[in-house]
T-cell receptor, first 112, second 116 residues
Framework: GQSLEQPSEVTAVEGAIVQINCTYQ??????LSWYQQHDGGAPTFLSY????GLEETGRFSSFLSRSDSYGYLLLQELQMKDSASYFCAVRAPSGGYQKVTFGTGTKLQVIP | DSGVTQTPKHLITATGQRVTLRCSPRSGDLSVYWYQQSLDQGLQFLIQ???????AKGNILERFSAQQFPDLHSELNLSSLELGDSALYFC???????????????FGEGSRLTVL
């Protein structure tokens, strides 16, 4: 099976940089994804790492180290609208298809 | 708008009752996933279908069942409801072929179930 760990809450100042870590255990691995969810809303896809290294998408970057079973999401130039929950998710093989297991989520609060 | 449609958006029912949640995936997506999210909790994977067939099962209770129909819409049936079943139930869809791209899931807006 799969299990993921990430901090439950993080607080950061507007304009700053914040890093949300994720460690995982999995049998089989395609890659690590990140999703954002605002209160009461649907999760939306942010980024994906299938290989080691850094992926950058605007203010957001995501990193993966497969050997360490570790990844992080880096949010730069924080804005108030970035206040949300962030989930890492392991994408793993399942009978020729994919299974996506989510972590418990990190609630990010951006303060002025 | 993700293109995934879930109905109903809200549902209030009593313990012991049965409800059906419906999901229409994004056009072209063959895979449908169901997740349960309790208050301030993560997304618990329930079950996945691909082109009408069950492909992966998570921590889905025996009281819960699901299916995907030939037109690819899916239904999640919850029976003998308990207070603890109150949650937000999300449906997501993807292309579904494991080796393709990022495996991005597109989520519907969810069905909020309240069991009284």
């Amino acid at each position: 099976g799969q299990s993921l760990e990430q901090p439950s809450e993080v607080t950061a100042v507007e304009g700053a940089i914040v890093q949300i870590n994720c460690t995982y255990q999995t049998s089989g691995f395609y890659g690590l994804s990140w999703y954002q969810q605002h209160d009461g809303g649907a999760p939306t896809f942010l980024s994906y790492n299938g290989l080691d290294g850094l992926e950058e998408t605007g203010r957001f970057s995501s990193f993966l180290s497969r050997s360490d079973s570790y990844g992080y999401l880096l949010l730069q130039e924080l804005q108030m609208k970035d206040s949300a929950s962030y989930f890492c998710a392991v994408r793993a093989p399942s009978g020729g298809y994919q299974k996506v297991t989510f972590g418990t989520g990190t609630k990010l609060q951006v303060i002025p | 708008d993700s293109g995934v449609t879930q109905t109903p958006k809200h549902l209030i029912t009593a313990t012991g009752q049965r409800v059906t949640l419906r999901c229409s995936p994004r056009s072209g997506d063959l895979s449908v996933y169901w997740y349960q999210q309790s208050l301030d909790q993560g997304l618990q994977f329930l079950i996945q279908y691909y082109n009408g067939e069950e492909r992966a099962k998570g921590n889905i209770l025996e009281r819960f069942s699901a299916q995907q129909f030939p037109d690819l819409h899916s239904e999640l049936n919850l029976s003998s409801l308990e207070l603890g079943d109150s949650a937000l139930y999300f449906c997501a869809s993807s292309v579904g072929v494991a080796s393709q791209g990022t495996g991005e899931l597109f989520f519907g807006e969810g069905s909020r179930l309240t069991v009284l």
